[in-house]
């Protein structure tokens, strides 16, 4: 049985910084691309970042591009969110999935396996 499950969120103030994993297990991933997505209360799902199955290739969305990175260690079936500058409209929770594909998409629909999520909260 496939399991996501992320770790690092937490409390934190603007313009601190949080890094969060997600270490998925029951499968081999590393011909599959990984993500994450972030769902504030009353919001649609919104697209962060997501890599391709090498880790080569990384792709984000526009509320992360020049603020937070991914990585994956393929090793560990892990991967990483670095966010940096947070600012109180990033709280939401965050979930990591691994992909249908190896191409690093921005549609939920590209993903197969999400997380439960973790809860990021940014104080003004």
């Known amino acids: 049985q496939v399991q996501l499950v992320e770790s690092g969120g937490g409390l934190v103030q603007a313009g601190g910084s949080l890094r969060l994993s997600c270490a998925a297990s029951?499968?081999?991933?590393?011909?599959?691309?990984m993500g994450w997505f972030r769902q504030a209360p009353g919001k649609e799902r919104e697209f962060i970042a997501a890599?391709?199955?090498?880790?080569?290739?990384?792709n984000y969305g526009d509320s992360a591009k020049g603020r937070f990175a991914i990585s994956r260690d393929n090793a560990k079936n892990t991967v990483y969110l670095q966010m940096n500058s947070l600012r109180p409209e990033d709280t939401a929770v965050y979930f990591c999935a691994v992909g249908l594909y190896g191409t690093p998409t921005a549609m939920a629909a590209d993903y197969r396996y999400w997380g439960q999520g973790t809860q990021v909260t940014v104080s003004s």
């Open positions: 029951g499968g081999t991933f590393n011909r599959n691309s």
């Open positions: 890599t391709n199955w090498r880790g080569s290739v990384r």
